[in-house]
């Protein structure tokens, strides 16, 4: 959480000091700003001796050009001129930040020879830097050779220079509202669990309204009263109470009926009484992670203004094993009436998200709803890090989600609901249990289990588990946390849903 660095645009004109980047597509042609940049013709040279063919998000690095007062000057692949997407602009952003290092005053030229970056394209650069200069390192209190900031908090400033920086600025204002919502997500995601329970947790959603969110934190007596009966078994094993945190705002009309966003926010999953083995528990601080989505994501509409209706509801509870616990066998009622089984008391997201949808679909009548949890494991065995599954009732918001996903890099892949998966969770018992049997399709049986709570609303699932933390390093992130879900389903809005 160090101090974002600054981001300004100007006109294309030579730096006078500082760290300089410019942009080189593949081939390695130099632009006109960039030769300006090198007056002695350094760069080429530079580009042989490292083998630098231009290839997006490749650098190299050179020393200050003679006849120049810069610290140093590097270049930053920008790949094929045909290619340059959304997706490109923003890693060139990442890879100019990377290859700044600790450098305090940099001027990034976004210029690439044979093709024009417009406005907006030097404004992704921006969100690049910036998502990329994020790091978590509050409770690193010596500096070190691995970036210990103590002593060298400065943020970096850096200047984008384009063709046109005036529309620049306008696309960043809207980008960096977003960046910054990711950014807070990653944020939550890191903190640890004992910084960070429910009642803190909530307190973080509260601090949405100096954007002007609404913001209603339900406590314990609340949720007993409302009958969140499944949350509450879940909440009964720890000593810290649970907490819903439910955000609105209001951009659009009045009559409008709004979007809405559902999270999971598990503080900590122990795995309860079905308790979890030791080795990586630790990465359970981030079953937060859908929660932490839905409240960047509040964050970011907020704070652009989107005009539109979008309401945010996160559970946050922690999952503890304890002589209280709730335990497997046990039988709960959920908000909605139905009473489910609980088999195995680890699969505790979807009894956190079941009373969450009802409530939500009951209370705020929206157009649909989608939910993002850290949901199961097996997600992560059949995609991996790189792209989320959605489970989803609504043919046309599929498309939209996947739309949106593949615009922002923050991709997803459909996965089916169907009646013989959702056979799988009967039992004699109650009229459902928390869990599918055996291991087989245990993402799709998570995804039947929410379904049974979201009635005839268009519904999303987004099982986030392998792509909000852990996942490997990349040109716009660094950190354990990714963010992952807030520029998507900002997109989502943006495209579809304001106005
Ligand atoms: N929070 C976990 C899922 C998870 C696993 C998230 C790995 C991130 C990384 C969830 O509550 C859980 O424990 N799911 C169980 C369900 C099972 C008991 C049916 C799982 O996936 O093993
Ligand atoms: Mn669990
Ligand atoms: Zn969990």
């Not at 974002?4 to 593949?26: D, H």
């Not at 304890?322 to 046990?330: I, L, T, V």
Request: net charge neutral.
């Amino acid at each position: 959480m160090t101090e974002r660095p600054t981001v300004a645009f100007a006109k294309l004109s030579p730096p006078k000091k500082g760290s300089v980047i410019v942009l080189a597509p593949e081939g390695g042609a130099l632009g006109e700003a960039a030769r300006a940049c090198d007056p002695a013709g350094i760069l080429p040279k530079a580009f042989a001796a490292a083998d630098f063919k231009g290839k997006l998000a490749d650098t190299v690095e050179a020393l200050a050009p003679q006849g120049t007062d810069y610290d140093r000057i590097a270049v930053v692949g920008a790949g094929k001129t045909a290619e340059l997407d959304e997706q490109a602009w923003l890693k060139i952003g990442g890879m100019a930040a990377a290859s700044a290092k600790k450098a305090k005053d940099v001027t990034v030229v976004a210029e690439v020879a044979g093709a024009e970056a417009t406005g907006r394209d030097a404004a992704l650069i921006g969100l690049g830097l910036l998502l990329r200069s994020y790091t978590f390192d509050k409770y690193k209190t010596r500096k070190d050779d691995d970036g210990g900031k103590k002593g060298d908090t400065k943020p970096a400033k850096f200047t984008i220079q384009c063709a046109d920086p005036a529309a620049a600025k306008k696309a960043f204002a809207g980008l960096s509202a977003v960046g910054e919502g990711a950014l807070l997500a990653r944020d939550l995601v890191n903190e640890p669990a004992n910084v960070l329970g429910p009642v803190e947790f909530a307190a973080k959603a509260k601090e949405l309204e100096s954007l002007g969110v609404e913001v209603t934190i339900l406590k314990e007596k609340d949720l007993r009263e409302i009958g969140m009966g499944a949350l509450l078994a879940v909440a009964q094993g720890s000593v810290r109470p649970p907490r819903v945190a439910v955000m609105q705002w209001k951009g659009g009309k009045a009559k409008q009926s709004p979007v809405a966003f559902i999270g999971k926010g598990v503080v900590f999953d122990t795995g309860g009484i079905s308790i979890k083995p030791s080795g990586g528990m630790e990465d359970m601080k981030g079953d937060m992670a859908g929660a932490a989505a839905v409240v960047g994501l509040m964050h970011a509409l907020a704070a652009r203004k989107a005009k539109t209706n979008a309401v945010g509801i996160i559970g946050l509870v922690e999952n503890m094993p304890d002589g209280n616990a709730q335990r497997p066998g046990d039988i709960v009622t959920s908000l909605s009436g139905q009473t489910i089984e609980v088999i195995n008391t680890d699969a505790e997201g979807r009894l956190v998200l079941g009373d969450l949808l009802w409530y939500c679909k009951e209370q705020h009548k929206p157009q649909f709803m989608v939910n993002l949890a850290t949901l199961t494991g097996a997600v992560l065995v059949a995609l991996g890090n790189f792209q989320a599954g959605m489970f989803c009732n609504d043919d046309a918001l599929a498309e939209r989600l996947s739309a949106a996903g593949n615009a922002t890099g923050e991709r997803l892949w459909r996965m089916p609901l169907g009646p013989e998966y959702d056979k799988l969770i009967d039992t004699k018992n109650a009229d459902m249990k928390n869990t599918g049997g055996g291991r087989h399709a245990g993402a799709i049986t998570a995804a039947q289990f929410l379904k049974r709570f979201v009635a005839e609303t268009p519904w999303a699932h987004l099982d986030i588990a392998g792509t909000a933390m852990a996942s490997p390093a990349s040109e716009i992130n660094q950190s354990w946390a990714s963010g992952y879900g807030v520029r998507l389903l900002d997109r989502l809005v943006a495209d579809h849903y304001e106005g």
